[in-house]
């Protein structure tokens, strides 16, 4: 969660292919029944667009019996690899979990533990099959929250 990215004053644009967008997907569907996380990778470019360069399946720390509607990232982990992706040029720009059986929007427990400025992307996995996505991002200023637009390359 570096500092190029999170304290950008402009309006930032956000792209991703479709191969990566495809594999996310697929990624979640997998791990349906349970709610899937993991981490969102980016670069800014010098136009203030952020590509998502990869994403990062990440275990969900809570106990078996909440894996179904929780998740956590293990703190630990989750410093361990934003230096990693560091050296590669990669920063952490958000986070993605599945919502099995349930609707693409914040619940107000997603709203509470929102950390500004990162994306959140929801899938909504029905049946083990990814219906619909949306993503949202929280204000430093003013903890208001926004849908953010994400540009598809490759649909």
Not at 34 to 54: F, Q, Y
Not at 56 to 72: A, G, K, L
Not at 115 to 140: C, D, F
């Amino acid at each position: 969660m570096g500092n190029d990215i999170r304290y950008q004053k402009e309006e930032l644009k956000y792209v991703v292919a479709d191969s990566l967008c495809k594999r996310l997907v697929r990624s979640v569907e997998e791990k349906y029944p349970r709610e899937a996380c993991g981490i969102i990778l980016g670069k800014l470019l010098e136009n203030n667009t952020i590509v998502i360069t990869n994403y990062v399946s990440v275990e969900n720390s809570d106990s078996e019996f909440d894996q179904d509607r929780h998740y956590t990232i293990n703190p630990l982990k989750l410093y361990s690899y934003e230096n990693t992706f560091a050296k590669d040029g990669n920063e952490i720009i958000g986070f993605y979990h599945s919502h099995p059986d349930a609707i693409a929007y914040l619940s107000e427990e997603d709203k509470k533990y929102m950390i500004p400025e990162q994306l959140y992307l929801i899938l909504e996995v029905q049946a083990g099959i990814t219906l619909h996505r949306n993503v949202w991002k929280k204000s430093i200023e003013d903890d208001s929250i926004s849908r953010v637009n994400i540009k598809v390359k490759g649909e």
